[in-house]
């Protein structure tokens, strides 16, 4: 199967290795598992999209043995990286290719929502609309939403930081200074796009709040300051479908 057909700009595959990690310890996994079983007690079907190395759809697997999930990653290289427990599919088809009908009782979204960079800003902007509207689709009705996401938190307007450091990082000239950035060299004349909560929200507006566990901060220091960033925070949001 092929990737999607969507005009989103990828990261090169020699820096997918960067990706290759596990940021979701097991307690907050548990914590998670436990929220997930308070708003959907019975999960059958999990969809992971963008699942990279497929570690964490197979952490929760083994926490849900009743469940089946199935990670729909595009990268060739984290792909590769994935195991193959009996109860899990790995598909290299875009998960914004879906098929509209309600069939998952639980979709995750793990620091994913910010790597859809599209050709512009309001093409990335749609891609983001069309991720969450995806998810919403493709649950069924009272099923459970997981977002793992980089909240910037700014003293700008809202969406003015969202939208220099978009411009920042996909700026082939300033290539060689975001590549020495806390993460830099994956996103360096690619482009990234962290949303702040307020924002984050109003994308995910049809869906409902249920909890929200708070990583912790970076702080870039003075690196982002002058697009006003004062920090950013790893948070995992758990959303329901209404309904069911």
Not at 17 to 24: N, S, V
């Amino acid at each position: 199967m092929s990737a999607s057909p969507y005009p989103q700009a990828l990261v090169d595959e020699l820096a997918m290795g960067r990706f290759d990690q596990d940021y979701i310890d097991d307690a907050l996994l548990d914590r998670l598992v436990e929220a997930v079983a308070a708003v959907r007690p019975e999960v059958a079907r999990i969809a992971d999209f963008g699942g990279g190395n497929g570690r964490f759809l197979d952490r929760l697997l083994s926490r849900m043995p009743r469940a089946h999930g199935t990670n729909y990653e595009i990268s060739a290289h984290l792909r590769s990286l994935n195991a193959a427990p009996p109860r899990k599919e790995l598909v290299a088809t875009s998960f914004l290719s879906l098929d509209r009908h309600s069939q998952y009782d639980l979709v995750l979204m793990n620091w994913v929502l910010h790597h859809l960079v599209g050709k512009d800003l309001p093409a990335t902007k749609q891609l983001i609309a069309d991720a969450a509207a995806v998810a919403y689709d493709v649950l069924k009705p009272g099923g459970v939403l997981v977002v793992s996401e980089n909240l910037l938190q700014s003293s700008f307007r809202a969406g003015i930081s969202s939208a220099a450091l978009f411009m920042v990082t996909r700026s082939r000239l300033l290539r060689p200074i975001v590549s020495r950035m806390r993460d830099g060299k994956a996103v360096a004349g690619v482009g990234i796009y962290y949303m702040s909560e307020t924002e984050l929200g109003s994308v995910l507006a049809r869906f409902e709040p249920v909890t929200t566990f708070d990583r912790g901060a970076h702080d870039y220091g003075w690196k982002l300051r002058p697009i006003g960033i004062t920090c950013v925070r790893e948070k995992v949001l758990v959303f329901r479908k209404p309904g069911g």
